[in-house]
């Protein structure tokens, strides 16, 4: 089965702390998206990771991908208010002469001032 | 560059009914990919269209069709109208920059009643 799991779902923190959520997927991929949503807003496009050890900085958010080990990382470093969002990966996979973008579940980030 | 718009931005349907809502991808974007977004079931990928042509297609009924149109606008269609069709539908275009990313609309709100 397809599947793409996002840790945490749910995510409080401190503005200034850092922290890493983490999405795994099931099947063989190489190409990893990360988008954000604002509550009641569409998703925005944060990055395109398209190769093994692929890592990409924008701002306090930094991208990475092991497509060995089938994993993404979105690091956040000394969060603040503004990244308050819910974020999701997602994999690009083809079947059947087919293909999509398979999507996490989300995680729901607040940042506490 | 203008972004992706779609309408109705928020649509009330009572079951049974049909609904038609309509999705203009960036200009130069050919490709467009419509989406369903429930608390339940997330994101999921209904198909996607390219130069008037479905290319990719997810797993939901036939109930669900779209078209594109020779200007790249696409329209989704949904028959016979049930309960759990009420989402936000997301349409996003995908560009020539080589990366496909997506582009995501401001969704249309349905509620089925």
């Known amino acids: 089965e397809l599947k793409v799991e996002q840790n945490p779902l749910f995510l409080s923190m401190q503005e200034g702390k850092n922290y890493t959520i983490y999405c795994n997927y099931s099947?063989?991929?190489?190409?990893l998206y990360w988008y954000r949503q604002d509550p009641g807003k569409s998703l925005e496009s944060l990055f395109v990771l398209l190769s093994n050890g692929a890592v990409k900085q924008e701002g306090r958010l930094m991208a990475s991908l092991d497509t060995k080990a089938r994993l993404s990382t979105l690091h956040i470093t000394a969060a603040v208010h503004d990244l308050s969002a819910t974020y999701f990966c997602a994999v690009d996979v083809s079947w059947d002469s087919n293909y999509q973008l398979i999507w996490g579940a989300g995680t729901k980030l607040i940042i506490k001032p | 560059k203008a972004g992706v718009t779609q309408t109705p931005r928020y649509l009330i349907k009572t079951r049974g009914q049909q609904v038609t809502l309509s999705c203009s991808p960036i200009s130069g974007h050919r490709s467009v990919s419509w989406y369903q977004q429930t608390p339940g079931q997330g994101l999921q990928f209904l198909f996607e269209?390219?130069?008037?042509?479905?290319?990719n297609k997810g797993n939901f009924p036939g109930r669900f069709s779209g078209r594109q149109f020779s200007n790249s606008r696409s329209e989704m269609n949904v028959s016979t109208l049930e309960l759990g069709d009420s989402a936000l539908y997301l349409c996003?275009?995908?560009?020539?920059?080589?990366?496909?990313?997506?582009?995501f609309g401001p969704g249309t709100r349905l509620t089925v009643l």
């Open positions: 099947t063989t991929s190489d190409r």
């Open positions: 269209y390219f130069s008037e042509t479905q290319r």
């Open positions: 996003a275009s995908t560009g020539p920059e080589g990366t496909d990313t997506q582009y």
